[in-house]
């Protein structure tokens, strides 16, 4: 919950988060991540299948870790201790950012059965999380009551986004 005051200076509490929801922010901004992880995974060489997931799946925990301890931390009324209820309703919420880099852990497991090498499994992963991207934003923008148009512009800004990685990974020349 946000608290900020309102015109008279009284505390206005806001629900920001939806428990049983879906988290298309997180799950959106998990992609992203995927993406930029596999796009730049290959500027120090190539890195065996097996260490690329692990990649993909350590950098969504550690960045879901950092979101659930920013939102808890910076929500919280100064001095007062972190609310172990309110930190485990976080957590499940910000799970999204972690689940985004399953689909991309398994492009990369399921490409050696394709016979891609890695400038394959790593385009083939990254295709996967702009992909995912494009359609949680879209499916997030359908769900909140957007219009079509809206929607369809939901979609095509994060394609772009998107593209911004592809295109970094094709400058990086891997």
């Known amino acids: 919950m946000t608290s900020s005051p309102d015109p008279t ?12 929801r879906t988290d298309y922010a997180g799950a959106v901004y998990g992609s992203l991540l995927a993406a930029s992880v596999v796009a730049t995974a290959g500027t120090a060489g190539e890195f065996p299948r097996l260490q690329l997931i692990g990649l993909l799946l350590v950098t969504g925990v550690v960045f879901w870790a950092a979101h659930v301890y920013a939102e808890v931390a910076g929500e919280r009324i100064v001095g007062k201790p972190i609310d172990r209820r309110e930190m485990r309703r976080v957590a499940r919420h910000e799970w999204a950012i972690v689940e985004a880099a399953v689909l991309p852990a398994a ?58 990685i592809v295109g970094a990974k094709a400058a990086l020349g891997h």
């Open 9 to 20: 200076g009284q505390p206005v509490r806001k629900e920001r988060l939806h428990p049983g």
């Open 107 to 164: 492009a990369v497991a399921v490409s050696a059965l394709f016979g891609l090498d890695y400038s394959g499994t790593a385009w083939f992963a990254l295709a996967v999380a702009v992909t995912q991207q494009v359609a949680w934003a879209t499916l997030g923008a359908i769900r909140a009551g957007a219009t079509r148009r809206m929607a369809i512009g939901e979609g095509v800004a994060n394609l772009l986004l998107g593209l911004v």
